[in-house]
């Protein structure tokens, strides 16, 4: 989890706050202190740190907070405003050229991610309805071509090459001009990987820029650095003039620290955060929502949106009438199993639950969890599509051939029947109208 570290020390923080009942300055400079060295631990820029910390300070000092009723709470909202503020205050979004057509262009240092993330952008592009072009100007790493293809096969979208050429400004020329011509509105132009220290390389970069004249540019950088991705911001933008980052492998960043300093240093928004391998492993950089997890909140709105994107209202509408009917089957059950996989899986749910992220979630073994998923789908597979519809018919000879089947024991079996009578059960209760369809693929879980 991102952040992990950083959010269970500020929330021990937080729980010796709260068993004081009444503050006092000292306790206030204490739990400063700890925020500052926990901070620190998460590898946030230094000066960056100073400034948090004696902005928290100064008005967690303040009258209203010290004689309020609740002196912890005012502190932890204090801290959630100023972490919210040093991310940048609010989500960032991209902007698109007025006159239809735009020009993105990636730019980072190799080994960043970058060509997955062009794939990903433009998959994220296409859901929110754009027709988005990828252009391959990497003209010197082995292959990079050829992996941008696969990356545009993955997501469905274009490629434009040109493997003759050595001019990568020539190329996203022709590039921008393939894409207008068939009717593409957005043009993702993937480069080589560079020191922002190598003269002849940035030099590149701006003859691109100065072609193509990009609506946006966009520095992606690797969460796992810490503070370098944040110098690799700084000498990026001050030589080419960035508008944002895309900061991937966040998720397997406990610290967190380049997503803390990164807006704070460079002036730049972090755009998007790269969350996992898949395509759709993409998402908006929401400061206020990363600072509700950082502080143990759970993050709602994403799992909202996270639901709404795999919702589809036919199949809902279609599950409703079975549940009112009490035809609620074996494969409607697996239907609602894959749901939740489409979502990132049990763990990334919980992770964005209140209470449920960071040393909250480390006796819980979610690859138990995810495990046995795969074995229910692997023995509802294994029936007939008569046993899947009426599990009553499931005797002791079915078992076993089942069992077989699926590689799973009798017992997995009874395991799942009964799980998927109590999930029948459950829905059977909530089926009474449309304001709870969209959490349906949550019961009996």
Same mark, same amino acid.
């Given at each position: 989890?991102?952040?992990?570290?950083?959010?269970?020390?500020?929330?021990?923080?937080?729980?010796?706050?709260?068993?004081?009942?009444?503050?006092?300055?000292?306790?206030?400079?204490?739990?400063?202190?700890?925020?500052?060295?926990?901070?620190?631990?998460?590898?946030?820029?230094?000066?960056?740190?100073?400034?948090?910390?004696?902005?928290?300070?100064?008005?967690?000092?303040?009258?209203?907070?010290?004689?309020?009723?609740?002196?912890?709470?005012?502190?932890?909202?204090?801290?959630?405003?100023?972490?919210?503020? @040093?991310?940048?205050?609010?989500?960032?979004?991209?902007?698109? &050229?007025?006159?239809?057509?735009?020009?993105?262009?990636?730019?980072? @240092?190799?080994?960043?991610?970058?060509?997955?993330?062009?794939?990903?952008?433009?998959?994220?592009?296409?859901?929110?309805?754009?027709?988005?072009?990828?252009?391959?100007?990497?003209?010197?790493?082995?292959?990079?071509?050829?992996?941008?293809?696969?990356?545009?096969?993955?997501?469905?979208?274009?490629?434009?090459?040109?493997?003759? &050429?050595?001019?990568?400004?020539?190329?996203?020329?022709?590039?921008?001009?393939?894409?207008?011509?068939?009717?593409?509105?957005?043009?993702?132009?993937?480069?080589?990987?560079?020191?922002?220290?190598?003269?002849?390389?940035?030099?590149?970069?701006?003859?691109?820029?100065?072609?193509?004249?990009?609506?946006?540019?966009?520095?992606?950088?690797?969460?796992?650095?810490?503070?370098?991705?944040?110098?690799?911001?700084?000498?990026?933008?001050?030589?080419?003039?960035?508008?944002?980052?895309?900061?991937?492998?966040?998720?397997?960043?406990?610290?967190?620290?380049?997503?803390?300093?990164?807006?704070?240093?460079?002036?730049?928004?972090?755009?998007?955060?790269?969350?996992?391998?898949?395509?759709?492993?993409?998402?908006?950089?929401?400061?206020?929502?990363?600072?509700?997890?950082?502080?143990?909140?759970?993050?709602?709105?994403?799992?909202?949106?996270?639901?709404?994107?795999?919702?589809?209202?036919?199949?809902?509408?279609?599950?409703?009438?079975?549940?009112?009917?009490?035809?609620?089957?074996?494969?409607?059950?697996?239907?609602?199993?894959?749901?939740?996989?489409?979502?990132?899986?049990?763990?990334?749910?919980?992770?964005?639950?209140?209470?449920?992220?960071?040393?909250?979630?480390?006796?819980?073994? @979610?690859?138990? &969890?995810?495990?046995?998923?795969?074995?229910?789908?692997?023995?509802?597979?294994?029936?007939?599509?008569?046993?899947?519809?009426?599990?009553?018919?499931?005797?002791?000879?079915?078992?076993?051939?089942?069992?077989?089947?699926?590689?799973?024991?009798?017992?997995?079996?009874?395991?799942?029947?009964?799980?998927?009578?109590?999930?029948?059960?459950?829905?059977?209760?909530?089926?009474?109208?449309?304001?709870?369809?969209?959490?349906?693929?949550?019961?009996?879980?």
């Amino acid at each position: 989890m991102a952040f992990e570290g950083l959010s269970d020390k500020l929330q021990n923080v937080f729980k010796k706050l709260k068993g004081k009942g009444v503050l006092t300055e000292n306790d206030i400079n204490e739990a400063m202190r700890e925020v500052k060295l926990a901070l620190l631990e998460a590898d946030v820029n230094f000066k960056v740190v100073k400034e948090f910390v004696d902005a928290v300070k100064e008005k967690s000092l303040g009258k209203d907070v010290l004689e309020s009723l609740t002196p912890a709470q005012q502190v932890i909202k204090i801290v959630n405003e100023e972490l919210v503020a @040093l991310m940048g205050g609010a989500n960032s979004k991209l902007t698109f &050229s007025p006159r239809g057509f735009t020009v993105y262009l990636m730019v980072g @240092l190799q080994g960043t991610g970058k060509t997955t993330t062009c794939g990903k952008l433009a998959n994220y592009l296409k859901k929110n309805g754009k027709r988005p072009m990828l252009a391959a100007c990497d003209i010197y790493r082995p292959a990079a071509i050829d992996q941008l293809e696969v990356v545009g096969k993955s997501v469905d979208v274009p490629v434009f090459t040109m493997r003759e &050429s050595r001019e990568p400004e020539k190329i996203a020329l022709a590039a921008m001009k393939e894409a207008e011509k068939k009717g593409n509105d957005v043009l993702i132009v993937d480069t080589a990987g560079r020191l922002q220290i190598d003269e002849a390389l940035m030099e590149e970069l701006v003859r691109i820029k100065q072609t193509v004249k990009p609506h946006e540019i966009l520095l992606v950088v690797d969460a796992l650095t810490g503070q370098d991705a944040v110098n690799v911001a700084t000498g990026f933008n001050e030589r080419l003039g960035i508008d944002g980052i895309i900061m991937t492998k966040l998720d397997g960043d406990s610290r967190g620290g380049a997503a803390l300093s990164a807006k704070k240093v460079t002036g730049k928004p972090i755009k998007f955060i790269g969350v996992g391998e898949k395509t759709d492993a993409l998402e908006p950089f929401h400061p206020e929502r990363m600072a509700s997890r950082i502080l143990g909140m759970g993050d709602m709105l994403s799992l909202i949106e996270k639901a709404q994107e795999n919702f589809d209202d036919a199949k809902a509408a279609e599950l409703e009438r079975k549940m009112k009917k009490n035809e609620f089957t074996l494969e409607d059950f697996l239907e609602q199993m894959g749901q939740i996989k489409n979502m990132g899986g049990i763990g990334k749910l919980l992770d964005m639950m209140p209470g449920m992220g960071g040393k909250n979630m480390k006796n819980v073994d @979610l690859s138990d &969890s995810e495990k046995e998923f795969s074995q229910m789908e692997a023995v509802i597979l294994s029936m007939t599509k008569e046993e899947r519809k009426d599990p009553s018919i499931l005797n002791a000879s079915r078992r076993k051939r089942i069992a077989a089947g699926s590689g799973q024991p009798v017992s997995r079996i009874n395991t799942l029947i009964k799980r998927y009578e109590e999930a029948r059960k459950m829905m059977k209760q909530f089926a009474g109208g449309p304001k709870h369809r969209r959490n349906s693929m949550f019961r009996g879980f």
